[in-house]
């Protein structure tokens, strides 16, 4: 059942997003341009990156508000000690720690404490970001090696670099989730925690990783954003969270947990960008944009509930005329 409104609400993303990619393309100017479409694949590359391990952490019906912020951090620490002559090869692989640091922090109080994963990652969003601003200041970090601010620009074709990079970690993403033992636990954990214990998931251990992921990988995300734009700021990534959770439940993985996959988070991260790219080579003011987004995101909660209630109401009257 539950596998089958997957595929339903996947099939409606599919036609939304080959509807407005054609509508684009008929009816705004430059938007089928070559560069252009490039510069959408690029411009989703960040978004799509945590959206990955964005799906797993609400799969298992828990949520990381403060990948945005743990991105800034990042951005501050890369600013930091570039500026204090470290080589930049040294320098990321330190990004990626602090971003498995503010994951274990944000898996360790949801996890040993107790606490909810909301409110935990509201607060930490808060708290990493400022750490950012205490580390950087309003200063920009712009004499980065070109070498690198290069390559997060280039491209294979009309297909950025960082889009290959997305791809191949969709892929690893998609095969943990779908084919393994530990996607079935991570399922389990969404449909029911009480029942996914007593069957010998190790329900702790198993969140505290998610979360950990969910940071690393914002700290990946954090070196694609610093080197495109050339430039390391505190309040890099500022609203991201937003568009990232979006996506995930356009996608249709359940805010309650427990069900989505990963191609229709895939094709909610295009769409999202597709509709974005639109309005703004069509001139739609930026407050229009984030009207759109919230209306999706409202939209992506509201339907499959919706969608389940009228299911419910219907199904005695179904059952009564098949018992006649």
Known sequence: MRLDLARRWEGLILVLL???VVWASLGVDGFANGSNISFLLLDTTEIALMALTMTLVIIAAEIDLSVASTLGLSCAVLGRL???????EAIMPICLLVGAACGAFNGLLVTRLGLPSLAVTIGTFA????????????QAVADLPPA??????????????ATALVAVLAGVAAVVLHATGTGRSIFALGSNVEAAFFAGVRVKRIKLWLFVA???MASLASLVYTFRYASARADNGVGLELAVVAAVLLGGVSIFGGRGTLPGVLMAVLLLGVVRNALILADVANEVLNFVTGLLLVASVLAPNVGAVWRRRTSPQVEGKSAS
């Open 127 to 138: 708290l990493f970001r400022g750490l950012a601003y205490v580390m950087l200041g309003d």
């Open 82 to 88: 570039w500026n204090a002559g470290l080589p930049i």
């Open 214 to 216: 969910s940071g690393v």
């Open 148 to 161: 690198y601010t290069g390559l997060a620009t280039a491209s294979f074709g009309p297909v950025p670099v």
């Open 18 to 20: 080959v509807g407005v």
